[in-house]
């Protein structure tokens, strides 16, 4: 089994950044790549970023390219989800996921097995 626990979010003003947190736990380590979706009020679950277990493969959704940025550390089991010049349409619940095929990097919710609770990102304008 595996658990996530994000962290880092809160209450900015458009333009600011934000560091998002993913702890992942229940196994030694997860060989597997990650991702972060977020889902605001009313709205679809929506993929917002994932990266590979090696290699640094990235993949980004189409309205964060260019102001996120997904990394992890492999030896803390932990993801990050770097954003910046955030505008009032970022704001969501962000999720961090783990896929149901370890080596697949999916861009769709049912390609994920595990998720976090979230964590509130609200941007004021």
């Known amino acids: 089994q595996v658990q996530l626990m994000e962290s880092g979010g809160g209450l900015v003003q458009a333009g600011d950044s934000l560091r998002l947190s993913c702890a992942v736990s229940g196994r030694t380590s997860i060989n597997s790549a990650m991702g972060w979706f977020r889902q605001a009020p009313g709205k679809a679950r929506e993929f917002v970023a994932a990266i590979s277990f090696r290699n640094g493969v990235v993949q980004y959704g189409d309205a964060v390219k260019g102001r996120f940025a997904i990394f992890r550390d492999n030896i803390k089991n932990m993801v990050y989800l770097q954003m910046t010049s955030l505008t009032p349409e970022d704001t969501a619940v962000y999720s961090c996921?783990?896929?149901?095929?370890?080596?697949?990097?999916?861009?769709?919710?049912?390609?994920?097995?595990?998720w976090g609770m979230g964590t509130q990102v609200t941007v004021s304008s």
């Open positions: 996921a783990v896929p149901t095929f370890p080596g697949a990097l999916p861009v769709l919710v049912s390609g994920y097995g595990y």
